[in-house]
């Protein structure tokens, strides 16, 4: 999570610890619809390792996974080795900030209709000050798992489903920034709807943070979200666009939501590490990406966004 984007922060005072057990996810469809395959849900031992290997990989390099280091390069190696394995297209889209050079990771999953993109990204850098476990090697790892679940599961949505891994959030979301200034017009009309996840493991969570993008109006993902925690009695806090890569989206009028687990107790620094991520945090929010995505890429909206 930026430290130049201060709405989180008021998230210090929504957290204390949650145990809950999570059941797949509902979906509801229209009369004389199909119901879409039901979402896959995973367990602690499936998301956790993601985790395990970026520590190892800070522990390797300095303590970090920042920008410009081999700590992040070594990162992006470790996901993009899981997702090529698994299937998917993926590339590495480059920028330069801060006098170094840097890229975020873009992943596509063959098929679905590529006018109508569910697009699911989450942060992978950390600061230099720490490995970033949580913020945010706990929604990178999530996003991860979900992707690899719709490889699994031979999944053929109906909508063309692109996954990334954003570079320099920290510095300001420069990855996630430089990218949606490189699409064009249609390219951004292509997109139908953006989740992203920042701090998706913190400990004394109470709270899951939907984000509202109050500018654009209730997403259909923020929608999904909030059905996906209250069908399982999880109270969930709406928060604004701001504070990780959904704002590079919604400032391009991109319709945007995601979810945080709110600021951990250790923010920025070396204690970052595996110990500040609960297991049965991480492994909930994974489930809540998994069903609403598995959701929402079984449809197109029911109307085009100009």
């Known amino acids: ?31 004389g619809h199909p119901r879409p ?26 303590g970090n ?82 992707a690899l679940r719709v490889a699994d599961a031979g999944l053929k949505p109906t909508r ?15 990855g996630s920034a430089d990218y ?3 699409l064009s017009a249609d390219d951004r009309k292509a997109i139908d709807v953006y989740l992203n996840l920042d701090q998706a493991g913190s400990k004394n969570t109470r709270q899951w943070l939907v984000v509202h993008d109050t500018e654009h109006g209730e997403s259909e993902a923020q929608q999904a979200f909030e059905a996906w925690f209250a ?23 991109i319709p945007s939501s995601g979810f945080s687990t709110g600021i951990s107790d250790c923010l920025h620094e070396a204690c970052d590490n595996l110990a500040n991520v609960d297991p049965q945090t991480e492994t909930t929010s994974t489930n809540a990406l998994l069903g609403v995505v598995w959701q929402l890429a079984a449809t197109a909206p029911a109307t085009a966004r100009h």
Do not use: C
């Open 37 to 62: 395959p039901a979402a896959p849900t995973v367990s602690e031992g499936e998301v956790m390792p993601h985790l395990r290997a970026l520590q190892e990989i800070a522990d390797r390099n300095g």
């Open 180 to 182: 949606v200034r490189s």
């Open 65 to 146: 996974r920042a920008h410009g280091t081999q700590g992040y390069a070594d990162s992006v190696a470790y996901v993009r080795h899981a997702l090529d394995r698994a299937g998917f297209r993926t590339e590495l889209r480059p920028f330069s900030y801060g006098g170094a050079a840097g890229y975020s990771l873009i992943a596509d999953w063959p098929g679905g209709d590529p006018d109508h993109v569910l697009f699911t990204g989450a942060h992978l850098d950390s600061v230099k000050e720490g490995p970033g476990i949580n913020d945010n090697g706990s929604g990178a790892a999530a996003v991860l798992t979900t």
């Open 231 to 253: 069908a399982r009695g999880i109270a969930t806090f709406d928060i604004g666009v701001g504070g990780s890569d959904h704002e590079s989206f919604g400032n391009a009028g």
């Open 1 to 31: 999570m930026s430290s130049r984007r201060p709405l989180l922060l008021a998230a210090r005072i929504l957290g204390v610890f949650l145990v809950l057990s999570v059941a797949p996810a509902a979906t509801a469809t229209a009369a």
């Open 160 to 174: 063309h489903l692109r996954f990334a891994w954003w570079g320099a959030e920290e510095e300001g979301l420069v």
